[in-house]
């Protein structure tokens, strides 16, 4: 006999909801706290701001001695008009910022699509030949796996302003090739893409490329071109400096000199601490705002470097290598027919 389809679950009593709960809560809790603290080490915004931040406990102390012990009086009109500007300023700033970001990944994701796309077509024409394919077939479809890397290598190298002679480079080509590459001072990920271009011209020359898959080939090369590109505008193109300078000038201005509007306005409390209180609270967070959205903007200007915060271009790299290894060496799945006795059997 069956009883335990007379059994309440464990989950649907009073004391199982409640244990649930309290599990989600928890999760929940070190969820939000894991993007909150700055548990990140240099990705966290709060150690760039820290020292800012901390200055604002001096100078609110020292404001409301001003107001209450001197007896001074500032107005919060000016900051009541000021903070609608500033915040807009400054949002403006880090949405810009976050924009070009966002667009550095697109550019990223469509050289990475172009690279599969290209790929798949040159790999599959050479199963498709295999058997008839001679010395410099393989070579060939080798080459283009190898120029590939080297044009998506040599893009990181330049956005980064560093020399050609990388390890992600020099694994991938020979001495001659690099010569060739030396012989340029800018611009090495175009002439990668000249040899791919050379060695699909030439697999086109023996039929191992139809006319109409050489134009498609010809189409990822243009997303590559694009890529390269989108990403060589954004990384020679900053924000303005007067946009950053007004940003930057106008928040330190801004929150520094709260604290005197702040200490005015609670100034009708008659016990002091309290007054230190509110003014060094209001304070702390106007900084930690105001701050952090400047230096969130600060951080996503420029998406193309080695700060922390940046594209994680070389895990990109070494994942299309990967990727790229595996597409020209896996081999294809043997073509089986069943004959139709077969399929009735099975």
Not at 14 to 28: E, M, W, Y
Not at 121 to 137: E, F, P
Not at 261 to 285: C, K, Q
Request: proline share 5%.
């Amino acid at each position: 006999m069956v009883q335990g389809k007379n059994k309440q679950a464990w989950g649907d009593t009073p004391a199982g909801r409640i244990i649930t709960l309290l599990s989600l809560s928890v999760n929940g809790f070190f969820k939000v706290t894991k993007d909150v603290l700055p548990l990140e080490g240099n990705d966290s915004i709060f150690y760039s701001i820290a020292v800012p931040v901390l200055l604002a406990f001096p100078i609110a102390a020292a404001s409301v001695a001003m107001i209450v012990d001197a007896g001074y009086t500032w107005s919060s009109d000016l900051h009541v008009l000021l903070t609608p500007g500033i915040g807009f300023l400054v949002v403006f700033r880090c949405t810009s910022a976050f924009n070009r970001f966002w667009e550095a990944r697109g550019h990223i994701s469509k050289a990475i699509k172009g690279c599969r796309t290209l790929s798949v077509i040159v790999i599959t024409q050479y199963h498709r030949h295999a058997n008839k394919s001679g010395d410099d077939i393989p070579k060939a479809v080798d080459d283009v796996r190898r120029y590939l890397i080297v044009y998506f290598h040599t893009m990181i190298n330049q956005l980064r302003e560093t020399e050609v002679r990388q390890p992600n480079i020099e694994d991938f080509i020979t001495k001659q090739e690099m010569d060739l590459l030396l012989r340029r001072r800018t611009g090495q990920a175009i002439t990668a893409l000249k040899w791919i271009g050379a060695r699909l011209a030439y697999l086109e020359s023996l039929g191992y490329l139809s006319p109409l898959q050489l134009h498609e080939t010809n189409e990822s090369i243009t997303l590559l071109i694009e890529s390269f590109n989108g990403l060589t505008k954004i990384k020679s193109t900053p924000i303005p400096f007067p946009i950053r300078q007004l940003c930057s000038l106008l928040t330190v201005i801004y929150v520094y000199s709260a604290p005197l509007a702040l200490a005015t306005a609670f100034r009708g409390f008659t016990e002091y601490w309290n007054i230190m209180g509110r003014t060094v609270g209001g304070s702390v967070l106007l900084a930690l705002a105001f701050f952090g959205i400047n230096q969130t903007a600060v951080e996503l200007e420029d998406p193309l470097g080695n700060d922390a915060n940046d594209l994680p271009l070389d895990r990109m790299g070494q994942a299309l290598i990967e990727e790229l290894n595996g597409l020209f060496s896996e081999p294809i799945p043997i073509l089986k027919v069943v004959a139709p006795n077969e399929e009735k059997a099975a």
